[in-house]
């Protein structure tokens, strides 16, 4: 069986990750001076959130999982006797993980050992149904090679959308990594005006999908946008993966979370519950909701 390994941008929830013995490469997360490494322990998941260690006035900032920290966790793995392995990471351009990846698996590669660095092209529940078409596969017997080759495909055509709340916080978290896409004058008119964006995540970048007037009808429309795609029967896949940067417990809350879940499941659609990455949410601001999907 070929052995999936993600990084701990992957929202999928911690039971679902240790029931199927996925490895979590961790992104390493600064607050102030000390740094710590997200490996998506519950847990440490839930106090960082519960204290609000994201709020914009923190000076918070996430970085790549180490190239000696993926060659340690994959040579754990070859002594444990795998021989084929699949490492999926956040989107390359996103991120330097996936080439501390292609490093670590050209160290440790062989005659005997074939690792398959991924670039998944995609972020956060992205990853997460990505990292569930991948298992799919394993599960079919293919091997690891053609896993690559499948899964490079499929990541071009997942979509992530997250429902913004504060574009203060996106456009500081922005300029923080030299991103200038949300100027002042934007954030201040959203602000003004109580607008709030979706923004759409997909292979070849970001932008803006939508812009809604007041944050639950934000949510609503980001729900929306999945409802339209089930009802329509474009998905590739039947499930949809959901995130919330905050206790997983508050999705519930959301306004339209519930009635998606309705529809989703008249539709024999699985929904995936999360809570969403460390990273995710140092850089898309607490309590931000986002969903993916792979759509024709």
Request: glycine residues 6%.
């Amino acid at each position: 069986m070929v052995q999936l390994v993600v990084d701990s941008g992957c929202d999928l929830p911690d039971e679902f990750l240790r029931k199927y013995g996925i490895p979590v490469l961790p992104h390493s997360v600064s607050v102030g001076k000390d740094t710590f490494a997200d490996q998506r322990n519950p847990a440490q998941m839930s106090h960082f959130y519960s204290l609000s260690l994201v709020d914009r006035s923190r000076q918070v900032a996430s970085g790549p999982a180490s190239e000696d920290d993926i060659v340690q966790a994959l040579s754990r793995l070859v002594e444990m006797g795998q021989k084929d392995i699949v490492v999926q990471t956040i989107n390359a351009a996103n991120s330097p993980t996936y080439a501390n990846a292609v490093n670590a698996a050209r160290k440790l590669s062989s005659d005997d050992v074939q690792i398959h660095a991924i670039d998944s092209q995609t972020l956060f529940s992205g990853q997460g149904l990505l990292a569930l078409f991948t298992l799919s596969l394993i599960q079919r017997g293919m091997s690891g090679a053609q896993i690559k080759t499948r899964t490079e495909e499929f990541g071009r055509k997942i979509i992530g959308y997250a429902a913004i709340s504060d574009v203060y916080y996106l456009r500081e978290r922005g300029r923080q990594k030299n991103e200038k896409s949300v100027s002042w004058l934007k954030a201040f008119m959203a602000k003004s005006l109580n607008l709030h964006p979706i923004i759409a995540m997909a292979h070849d970048g970001s932008s803006v999908a939508d812009t809604v007037k007041e944050y639950d009808s934000c949510n609503r429309r980001l729900f929306e946008i999945a409802a339209e795609k089930i009802r329509a029967g474009e998905l590739l896949m039947p499930a949809v993966v959901v995130s919330i940067a905050g206790p997983l417990k508050d999705l519930d809350k959301v306004p339209g979370f519930r009635a998606f879940e309705e529809l989703a499941s008249e539709h024999k659609v699985k929904v995936y519950r999360s809570v969403m990455s460390l990273s995710g949410g140092i850089n898309l601001g607490p309590g931000t909701v986002a969903l993916a999907f792979a759509s024709k």
